[in-house]
């Protein structure tokens, strides 16, 4: 399955945006889809994830109750929307596809920049 993100941009404090990762060649479906975040000289460090059919989420304490993941899969797309959104959440943000029994993620998106200004 390829990946493709997109929904960065520049946004201040407070406000919102959505990302997108629309997958091709694979039903989404098939995978668990997740958003990690990477700031330069640190880890990537995981966002959100979402086991898609049995509606199951989970999120980084840092973001919960703030981003929301969801799924379309008419759309075959995985979208992650980002709500009072802090200087802190600054970072390139990847989307990433796992199949059920993979101990990590199998395939990522190129990732798309998201700068929050205080």
């Known amino acids: 399955v390829q990946l493709q993100a997109s929904g960065g941009g520049l946004v201040q404090a407070g406000g919102s945006l959505r990302l997108s990762c629309a997958a091709s060649?694979?039903?989404?479906?098939?995978?668990?889809m997740a958003w990690f975040r990477q700031t330069p000289g640190k880890e990537r460090e995981f966002v959100a994830h979402?086991?898609?059919?049995?509606?199951?989420?989970s999120y980084a304490e840092s973001v919960k109750g703030r981003f929301t993941i969801s799924e379309d899969n008419a759309e075959n797309t995985v979208y992650l929307l980002m709500n009072n959104l802090k200087s802190e959440d600054t970072a390139v943000y990847y989307c990433?596809?796992?199949?059920?029994?993979?101990?990590?993620?199998?395939?990522w998106g190129q990732g798309t920049q998201v700068t929050v200004s205080s």
């Open positions: 990433a596809a796992k199949r059920p029994f993979s101990a990590r993620c199998d395939y």
């Open positions: 060649g694979r039903a989404l479906s098939r995978y668990r």
């Open positions: 979402s086991t898609g059919t049995d509606g199951y989420t």
